[in-house]
């Protein structure tokens, strides 16, 4: 009881009786299990009081299903934990080496479709000359 043994209640019982005597103690002991008891009262009393204006049980479990949600939520994200789109890009295209690349474009298919092309007119030989033209200055300015 309260953390205390036999001998520390005993020792308790002692003193009691020295202090108060065989005729006052029946009363004190009446008193303080009175006391003990309204103490018990009270502080049920402020929990349930407590929990009715907090809604502890209600808060609780409130939290306990959002904890499930994060749960699930941290479960699907570990499979995105080590995404990294370009490792995906890079094996569906499966290019290779430098050099492979170069010799798929550089080598013509027959399967694909011609493409066409325009020819390119070769630079004609024409003389091209500027004339320089004369600016007329006015009498006014020179003098």
């Given at each position: 009881?309260?953390?205390?043994?036999?001998?520390?209640?005993?020792?308790i019982a002692i003193v009691a009786i020295l202090f108060l005597g065989p005729d006052k103690l029946p009363?004190?002991?009446?008193?303080?299990?009175?006391?003990?008891?309204?103490?018990?009262?009270?502080?049920?009393?402020?929990?349930?009081?407590?929990?009715?204006?907090?809604?502890?049980?209600?808060?609780?479990?409130?939290?306990?299903?959002?904890?499930?949600?994060?749960?699930?939520?941290?479960?699907?994200?570990?499979?995105?934990?080590?995404?990294?789109?370009?490792?995906?890009?890079?094996?569906?295209?499966?290019?290779?080496?430098?050099?492979?690349?170069?010799?798929?474009?550089?080598?013509?298919?027959?399967?694909?479709?011609?493409?066409?092309?325009?020819?390119?007119?070769?630079?004609?030989?024409?003389?091209?000359?500027?004339?320089?033209?004369?600016?007329?200055?006015?009498?006014?300015?020179?003098?």
């Amino acid at each position: 009881m309260f953390g205390m043994g036999f001998m520390e209640i005993l020792f308790i019982a002692i003193v009691a009786i020295l202090f108060l005597g065989p005729d006052k103690l029946p009363g004190a002991m009446v008193d303080i299990a009175k006391f003990i008891k309204n103490m018990k009262n009270a502080i049920g009393d402020a929990k349930k009081t407590l929990n009715e204006e907090v809604n502890i049980e209600e808060l609780k479990q409130e939290a306990l299903g959002y904890k499930a949600k994060l749960d699930e939520a941290n479960q699907e994200l570990q499979g995105f934990k080590n995404l990294n789109p370009m490792n995906d890009i890079k094996e569906s295209m499966n290019l290779g080496s430098v050099k492979d690349r170069f010799e798929n474009i550089t080598q013509t298919d027959t399967a694909m479709p011609e493409t066409t092309t325009t020819q390119v007119e070769p630079k004609q030989d024409k003389e091209v000359t500027f004339k320089k033209k004369t600016v007329k200055q006015d009498e006014s300015i020179e003098k």
